[in-house]
């Protein structure tokens, strides 16, 4: 009898307060992300301040059914827009190459030429498997303490986190968003990915995948 009461008060503890706990932890990792962007993300081209270096988050060309994946697409042309402003001098593409059917970095490339950015102003990070992968190895292997962060708002936020954590001086360019409906995974994925980005930082001491030779830019 007593071990089918305290059972019951375990069960009773559990499907009360882990459910709080889990939404307290969310709440307070995502005011940390949030706070270290502020004043420091800009959504009009001509209010951005000029850096040497932008760099572009990345994200999958296509998406699972072929279709394509305007994140990336959105992402291209606010990189092409800052370039062309004269808002940052080269571009630094960071994103994942670690499948053959999956080309982050060239992809970017490929297209910023198109829209009329030179080769010789794009930089490739073949190893940007994460955010913090991405944000780290600007600094440690392309020397640059000092940069403007392309993606979407979102995503910016938690880079700028990252940035801040990691000594680096960055502000941040939101490309377009996509609406809600098309991107409610991603803003569900999003909210767990601020708390792995904080326990990276305060509690698991993570560090990028690869670093590997400097490789500075200009």
Partial sequence: MLNYVSLKVV?????LYIPFIILLTLLTCNFLVVSASKDKLFVDVKDVPHNKVGMVLGTSYLLANGRPNY???YRIRAAAALYHAGKVDYLLLSGD???VDNNEPMDMKRLLIEEGVPANRIYLDYA???TLDSVVRSKEVFGQAQMTIISQKFHNERALF????NGID??????????VKYGKKVLLREAFARVKAVLDVYLLRTNPKYLG??????
């Fill in 11 to 15: 069960l009773k503890v559990v499907f």
């Fill in 162 to 165: 990252l940035a801040e954590q």
């Fill in 213 to 218: 030779p400097k490789n500075k830019i200009g």
């Fill in 128 to 130: 940007g498997f994460r």
């Fill in 97 to 99: 190459n670690g499948r």
């Fill in 71 to 73: 994140y990336f697409v």
């Fill in 170 to 179: 960055a502000v941040a360019f939101n490309a377009k968003n996509i609406g």
